[in-house]
């Protein structure tokens, strides 16, 4: 496996992001080495909240959540997927499968020990997060899920269906304008450019662009037997689940009702409905800070 990895100055001087890198080592199917990287500030004994990205985003999403979080006493820790971010990059789209992220970011997650954890988890963010959630259930305390699913073969709907489309028909994919199209508020050139920043060139970009054709949107994709064994434990989940979707999504919008019809912990938890786009972080930052702190709390 060819591997690209972006050079460190991409990340200097970044527009709200001062945050130090974390690295750890997890080994592909082949036998490679891939460097995972993430972010970890706040106390080592405060609740760990797990932040989970998805596509085509990085970290960088989670720049305004995680001081909130640190503030409140709280470990913010936001890892960058394989392909994304400061994180490694597989040169191969072939490099990328639902599997093969499911299985980094497990052995990543094992490599923490974390214990009583949360997570808040969007758009592939929950594809991968609540796989981790349903094989890790004990290490979890509780989980809010926003403008994400975990798909079982069902298609996706129109909204998906274009951005499918478009995603793999785009000459250039413009990751920077794409966060910017998919948040409500217009994004400033100086975030545009952080988002642009892991990418030097559209060589660094295949995983942004296989992710897309990953999702399990008919009965043929590969990982749908995977994800219906872990709707399987997320069914019988009595730990708090929230949902915070938002208002102005295509792609997922209505998508808590899923999780609030098969998921015993939704009862009595909240499920506002936030404003903002696809890139609710981008929205409502801090209103998913609270949500989050707020469930901590709940759970002591």
Request: proline share 8%; hydrophobic share 40%; net charge negative.
């Amino acid at each position: 496996m060819d591997v690209l990895r972006t050079p460190d100055d991409r990340f200097e001087g970044l527009d709200g992001w001062d945050f130090a890198p974390h690295y750890a080592q997890v080994k592909a199917a082949d036998g490679t080495d891939l460097r995972i990287a993430y972010v970890d500030e706040g106390p080592r004994d405060g609740t760990p909240v797990l932040l989970m990205h998805g596509e085509p985003s990085w970290s960088y999403l989670y720049r305004k959540i995680i001081p909130a979080l640190v503030a409140k006493g709280h470990r913010a820790i936001a890892p960058d997927l394989i392909g994304f971010g400061r994180s490694d990059k597989p040169a191969k789209r072939t490099d990328y499968t639902y599997e093969g992220h499911v299985s980094w970011m497990s052995q990543w997650f094992e490599s923490l020990d974390l214990s009583n954890a949360v997570m808040f988890c969007q758009d592939w963010g929950g594809l991968i997060g609540l796989r981790l959630v349903a094989a890790y259930p004990d290490r979890f305390a509780g989980v809010i899920a926003g403008n994400t699913g975990l798909p079982i073969g069902n298609s996706a709907g129109a909204g998906f269906e274009a951005w499918l489309e478009m995603s793999q028909t785009m000459p250039v994919m413009p990751i920077g304008a794409l966060l910017n199209m998919g948040s409500t508020r217009e994004l400033s050139a100086a975030e545009i450019a952080a988002y642009d920043a892991p990418y030097p060139d559209e060589s660094f970009k295949e995983g942004a662009r296989q992710f897309p054709t990953l999702v399990p949107i008919t009965p043929q994709h590969g990982s749908v037997t995977e994800n219906l064994a872990a709707w399987k434990v997320l069914e019988a989940w009595t730990k708090p689940f929230g949902t915070a979707f938002s208002d102005n999504d295509p792609v997922s919008k209505g998508g808590e009702a899923m999780f609030k019809a098969r998921i015993p912990g939704t009862k009595g938890q909240p499920h506002p409905i936030l404003a903002g786009g696809h890139f609710l972080q981008e929205d409502s930052p801090a209103e998913i800070a609270a949500l989050l702190d707020d469930l901590i709390n709940s759970t002591r």
